[in-house]
């Protein structure tokens, strides 16, 4: 049996090494631990040990002589060959010696193979933390792209590797689908920039591709939020209905057949289980063919992957990343997005209205990570 082992001295790693094995292993290499993506928090130093664990039969115990006895003693027991357990010992040794002889030469190889591997994994691990991936994306895409390199171009530098894994990972957009009607309800927590994603979409749709487009708003907490929701509509030409209850939806949608509804919705904690119950109560009675997650890129990566859990639990959401342009890289959306495997439909770069929205095209994502722009 071979075995490494990591301490933060010497000794700490050696003390392990006698602890576990005993005092008969053969220590076959030492040196300073390498850094390596299972036991990333490992550093010091380390020792490459080896033990057959054979264990010795222990000594027969020492028995006090026999008193004498009037009987004739039994015969003496035949002796053994003094010559045979010798040779089989030195037989032994010499094989033993041979199995350490040939592990150090292939603990050698393994450690420049692994070494040189490491290299360039560690080098895009690192690159990709640096950019809010979260550790576990960031050692898997950094991993598939060494082994790209490995079996397809080995002369490709690692990060442009990496961006093409990325790209083929994330999947393809799915932006709203204007070929037949459309009813989209706009969900997320407060503050991530629903009210005027709607008002990009609304404009892109009524005055680029023609479509009828009502907006209705179900946001009554907020103080002036419909009225916000009705400026934009007045500007861009299209009508507008509050619905003060989710039961007056389906009345709304009876009053005109329109190719395009957008339904914004209240930002609440996903803690407020009334507010995401009423929410799902919105999606039934709107008959939504589209849900759209709102989530600001700004959010803390565990944060953001709570609230889109709790928020898109039994919707089946589409991510609509939005105030990309308020984070360097967008590493920790990407990472939510792989993690949840949700597609993404729009991300949002600004205020202005129509123009800071586009199609979530993954390469258009892959670029930020450079620092450039999508």
């Known amino acids: 049996m071979v075995k490494r082992f990591t301490g933060r001295t010497a000794e700490e790693a050696l003390a392990r090494a006698k602890w576990e094995l005993g005092d008969d292993a053969i220590i076959l290499s030492s040196g300073k631990a ?19 664990y054979v264990r010795r039969a222990p000594a027969a115990p020492t028995r006090e002589p026999a008193p004498p006895s009037p009987e004739p003693p039994a015969a003496p027991p035949r002796e053994q060959p003094a010559a045979a357990a010798p040779a ?4 032994h040794d010499e ?42 994306w960031a050692r898997k895409l950094a991993s598939s792209a060494q082994k790209y390199r490995e079996e397809e171009a080995p002369e490709m530098p690692i990060r442009q590797a990496i961006r093409q894994a990325l790209v083929e990972l994330l999947r393809p957009p799915q932006p709203i689908a204007l070929a037949e009607p459309a009813t989209v309800l706009f969900i997320g927590p407060t503050g991530s920039g629903k009210t005027t994603t709607i008002a990009k979409l609304a404009a ?11 907006l209705i708003s179900t946001d009554t907490f907020r103080v002036a939020a419909a ?7 007045d500007i861009i030409g299209v009508p507008f209905r509050v619905a003060l209850r989710p039961q007056e939806i389906p009345e709304i949608l009876k009053e005109r057949c329109y190719d395009v509804v957008l339904i914004d919705t209240a930002g609440h904690s996903f803690n407020h289980a ?6 799902r109560t919105i999606a039934e009675l709107s008959g939504a ?39 360097r890289y967008p590493g920790a ?10 597609p993404l439909s729009y991300m949002t770069d600004g205020q202005n209205v129509p123009d800071d929205i586009q199609v979530a095209f993954p390469e258009s994502l892959v670029n930020l990570l450079e620092g450039g722009t999508a």
């Open 34 to 52: 390498r850094e390596r993506w299972w036991k990333f928090w490992e550093s010091g130093f380390q020792v490459l040990v080896a033990t057959d």
């Open 204 to 214: 892109y749709c009524h005055l680029e591709r023609q479509k009828s487009v009502l």
């Open 88 to 91: 089989a010992a030195v037989d």
């Open 95 to 136: 094989r033993w010696g041979q199995v350490i002889h040939l592990l150090e030469g292939l603990g050698k190889r393994l450690d420049r193979m692994e070494g040189e591997q490491d290299e360039a994994v560690v080098e895009g691990r690192e690159w990709l933390m640096q950019r809010g991936f979260n550790e576990l």
């Open 227 to 233: 009225e916000q929701l009705k400026t934009y509509a």
């Open 274 to 279: 009334l507010y995401m119950a009423e929410l």
């Open 289 to 327: 063919n589209d849900v759209e997650l709102v989530l600001p890129a700004t959010m803390e990566p565990e944060l953001l992957m709570e609230t889109a859990l709790k928020f898109g639990d039994g919707l089946h959401p589409k991510i609509c990343a939005t105030k990309v342009d308020e984070v």
């Open 333 to 342: 959306i990407l990472s939510a997005v792989l993690t949840l495997g949700w």
